[in-house]
């Protein structure tokens, strides 16, 4: 399972603590959230978790095809003005990779507080053959009880932004390996 721009860990360390059978892997740029998810990882004395400092569309290019089980993006930065657009992660190079990684049957799961993102984020993966919307097409989810709830959403919610949820399941097949 991994957890992309996972902030300070509170959410990917939750889950990992929860589900001890699962293996998670935790991407981000920010070395002081880095630094606090693995004192609270080695506090609780996790074995199942491991973090990796990069670029998510680095890590998910040396990731082999069908390897995970679970991509989950909770919060991401919604870079709000129309000239920034270009910087968020979720988009369709973003959406594909995804669907290369995940194995048949896995989660993409995602969540923001940014209402126009959110559609954005819908719109794109419900067009996208790879996935199924869980909660039907065009349509957003409730929160998933497993999904912790982070700091981004408390906030969100304090100013009165709405949380969308999104779920989907990689349909069919694992996608072939890329050759050079």
């Given at each position: 399972?991994?957890?992309v721009?996972?902030?300070m860990g509170?959410?990917?360390?939750a889950?990992a603590?929860?589900?001890?059978?699962?293996?998670?892997?935790?991407v981000?740029?920010y070395?002081?959230?880095?630094?606090?998810?693995?004192?609270?990882?080695?506090?609780?004395?996790?074995?199942?978790?491991?973090?990796?400092?990069?670029d998510?569309?680095?890590?998910?290019?040396?990731l082999?095809n069908?390897s995970?089980?679970?991509?989950?993006?909770?919060?991401?930065d919604?870079?709000?003005?129309?000239?920034?657009?270009?910087?968020?992660?979720?988009?369709?190079?973003?959406?594909?990779l995804?669907?290369?990684k995940?194995d048949?049957?896995?989660?993409?799961?995602?969540?923001?507080?940014?209402r126009?993102?959110?559609?954005?984020?819908l719109?794109?993966?419900?067009?996208?053959?790879?996935?199924?919307n869980l909660a039907?097409?065009?349509?957003?989810?409730?929160?998933?009880?497993?999904?912790?709830?982070?700091?981004?959403q408390?906030?969100?919610e304090?100013?009165?932004?709405?949380?969308f949820?999104?779920?989907?399941?990689?349909?069919g097949?694992?996608?072939?390996?890329?050759?050079?």
């Amino acid at each position: 399972m991994l957890e992309v721009g996972f902030g300070m860990g509170d959410a990917l360390v939750a889950m990992a603590e929860s589900h001890p059978e699962r293996n998670y892997l935790g991407v981000d740029v920010y070395p002081p959230g880095i630094g606090s998810a693995l004192l609270k990882i080695d506090a609780l004395g996790l074995g199942n978790v491991r973090l990796v400092r990069a670029d998510a569309m680095d890590l998910l290019i040396t990731l082999g095809n069908g390897s995970l089980q679970g991509v989950m993006v909770f919060f991401p930065d919604p870079w709000p003005k129309k000239r920034h657009h270009k910087r968020r992660l979720v988009q369709a190079p973003f959406v594909d990779l995804v669907c290369e990684k995940l194995d048949a049957g896995g989660s993409f799961e995602l969540a923001t507080d940014w209402r126009p993102y959110a559609e954005e984020m819908l719109t794109l993966i419900d067009g996208h053959d790879c996935f199924v919307n869980l909660a039907g097409e065009g349509e957003f989810a409730p929160r998933p009880a497993q999904r912790p709830e982070t700091k981004f959403q408390r906030r969100g919610e304090r100013l009165g932004h709405a949380i969308f949820d999104l779920i989907f399941e990689r349909r069919g097949a694992s996608a072939p390996e890329r050759r050079p």
